[in-house]
Each structure stands twice: as structure tokens, then as C-alpha cells.
């Protein structure tokens, strides 16, 4: 969502009440830590607008879908199935909203044998090989310097978004995208 801002999308990040993203509270400095604008969030949401929505409740559930009645895209990334279980899943949104590009990133994948599994960026750097190319000899694999698999799966999910949205101005339809962040790092 970060590279759909930067190419000028309004950008809406929804946010759970009473913390927000855990990213709020990430970096090396403490004081912006407290103050929930830790670097991580700070640089992966600049250009993005945030509200804070409880998807289980009534009320916000409103909020949630009046936002996506206006809406040309949305992206979540929660684990497969989690959206459907709130009634936000595709099917539930585009019955309100038929041409939406709906874009669900997780680590492996909307279907298969690893789509229930628990995945971040260390892991899928792992799967993928990615780790097999660090380190040496004496201290084995190790992580890349930075989420690699993360923006690897953002990057290739922004492109796949902005597609589908070429793809919608040209006559096509409202589209599920399924981005699996091991895939993209393969």
C-alpha cells in the first residue's frame, strides 16, 4: 500500500483500536517509540491517511464497509480465512462493491498445504533460499539486513494491484488478487 501511495493512491490504513500497528512501536528511538511513531511505521506508511476501526463490531463494521463502497482496491493481510470469518471476505465485498480490486497478502498463499501457517519475514526468507546465500561457513545462514520477503510480497502485490486496475479501466472486472510472500521471494 505504501508503493500505491507514493504512485498517488489515497491510501486509508485501518488500524485496531487502542494500539494500532505494532510497528508504531518499532525503531531505535525510544521516544518515538512511545509516542507510536516508531521508524518501521513511520517509513512503510508515509502518505497514508489511518483510522482506527473494530471490525467486529457493529459500528465499525459500517465504517469499514462505507469505506469500501468508495474504495477501487483493498489490501489485507491477514492469514487466509480470517476476513471471510468477519464477513469482509471477496465474495462478502464485492456483493457491495462488483468491480473491487481485492488484494490479500500472506505468506503462503489463499490455498495449499502452508496457507494456515504463521509466516513473517525471517521465515520466508528461509523457505525461499534467500538465507542460503548469506552468511559463510563458520556462522551458517543468515537473515538479509532488512525484510527482504516483506518488501519483496508489498512490491509485488503493488504491481499486481495496479494491473488489475489497468486491467478494470480497460473494460475488465473486479478482481481477487492472492499474493503469497514466499512465491514473490521465490
Not at 49 to 55: E, K, V
Not at 66 to 86: I, K
Not at 105 to 127: C, H, R, T, W
Request: glycine share 12%; hydrophobic share 45%.
Amino acid at each position: 500500500a505504501y508503493q500505491l501511495a507514493l504512485l498517488g493512491a489515497d491510501v486509508i490504513k485501518v488500524e485496531t483500536p487502542g494500539g494500532g500497528d505494532l510497528a508504531r512501536q518499532l525503531g531505535a528511538d525510544a521516544d518515538l517509540n512511545r509516542r507510536h511513531l516508531g521508524a518501521s511505521f513511520l517509513a512503510q506508511n508515509a502518505g497514508k491517511r489511518s483510522i482506527a476501526i473494530d471490525l467486529k463490531h457493529p459500528q465499525g463494521r459500517a465504517v469499514f464497509l462505507d469505506l469500501v463502497r468508495s474504495a477501487d482496491a483493498l489490501v489485507e493481510n491477514f492469514r487466509p480465512g480470517v476476513m471471510a470469518r468477519l464477513k469482509l471476505g471477496w465474495d462478502d465485498l464485492r456483493a457491495i462493491r462488483p468491480d473491487l480490486v481485492y488484494c490479500a497478502i500472506s505468506g503462503f498463499g489463499q490455498e495449499g498445504a502452508l496457507k494456515d501457517n504463521p509466516a513473517y519475514d525471517q521465515i520466508v526468507q528461509g523457505m525461499s533460499g534467500v538465507m542460503a546465500i548469506t552468511g559463510t561457513p563458520e556462522t551458517a545462514p543468515l537473515r538479509a539486513g532488512y525484510p527482504v520477503a516483506d518488501t519483496t510480497g508489498g512490491i509485488t502485490a503493488a504491481f499486481a494491484i495496479a494491473a488489475a486496475l489497468f486491467d478494470r479501466a480497460r473494460g475488465g472486472g473486479g478482481r481477487f488478487v492472492d499474493v503469497s510472500m514466499l512465491a514473490a521471494t521465490l
